[in-house]
């Protein structure tokens, strides 16, 4: 069974950092890129970031770029969001997912909560 | 930047019915289309990819056409469980952009 569980949310003060885990489990780590996505409490669906199965490609939306970096360990099945410089618009429930070479984002984990603020 | 438009942002129906929910793109992406149902605190769940080729798992009531564009998503008899939120999302090329969602409500 494809499993992906995120950790690591919590409430942090403007301009702080955070680290956000993926584990992934029940299929091929290393043949698929990775996501992370995000919604802002009662908004829709931002995508944040992908990352290629080696890494040697990630993508950013605009919004995060500069401040958030993608990462992978495909030795332990996981994929990483380092935050910095955080905004109170950053927050949101964060939610990695498998993204299929083609696309698009097929299994999501239920999310983690980041709220920055004051 | 594509972007994505959805309609109609909130839909009341009632068990039963055929509903159909539009999504415009702002430039071309082929059949580089796919919906996601959303429920309340709940991760998105993806029904559709390649504009009509449905997941497996979901119900064949789910249905989706269109390229280029213009593109729907109809359900073809509502059912309670249907009743969440829907979102299309295109992923023809970066950044990845979803429409603003579309509301199915019970009338």
Do not use: H
Request: net charge neutral; with cysteine.
């Amino acid at each position: 069974e494809v499993q992906v569980v995120e950790s690591g949310g919590g409430l942090v003060q403007p301009e702080g950092s955070l680290r956000l885990s993926c584990e992934a489990s029940g299929f091929s780590f290393t043949s698929y890129w990775m996501s992370w996505f995000r919604q802002a409490p009662g908004k829709g669906l931002e995508w944040v970031a992908n990352i290629k199965q080696d890494a040697s490609d990630k993508r950013y939306a605009d919004s995060v770029k500069g401040r958030f970096t993608i990462s992978r360990d495909n030795g332990k099945n996981s994929v990483f969001l380092q935050m910095n410089s955080l905004r109170g618009e950053d927050t949101a429930v964060y939610y990695c997912a498998r993204y299929p070479v083609s696309g698009p984002a097929d299994y999501w984990g239920q999310g983690t909560l980041v709220t920055v603020s004051s | 930047d594509i972007q994505m438009t959805q309609s109609p942002s909130t839909l009341s129906a009632s068990v039963g019915d055929r509903v159909t929910i539009t999504c415009r793109a702002s430039q071309t992406i082929s059949y580089w289309l796919a919906w996601y149902q959303q429920k309340p605190g709940k991760a998105p769940r993806l029904l559709i990819y390649k504009a009509s080729t449905l997941e497996s798992g979901v119900p064949s009531r789910f249905s989706g056409s269109g390229s280029g564009t213009e593109f729907s998503l109809t359900i073809s008899s509502l059912q309670p469980d249907d009743f969440a939120i829907y979102y299309c999302q295109q992923y023809a090329g970066y950044p990845i952009t979803f429409g603003g969602g579309t509301k199915v409500e019970i009338k």
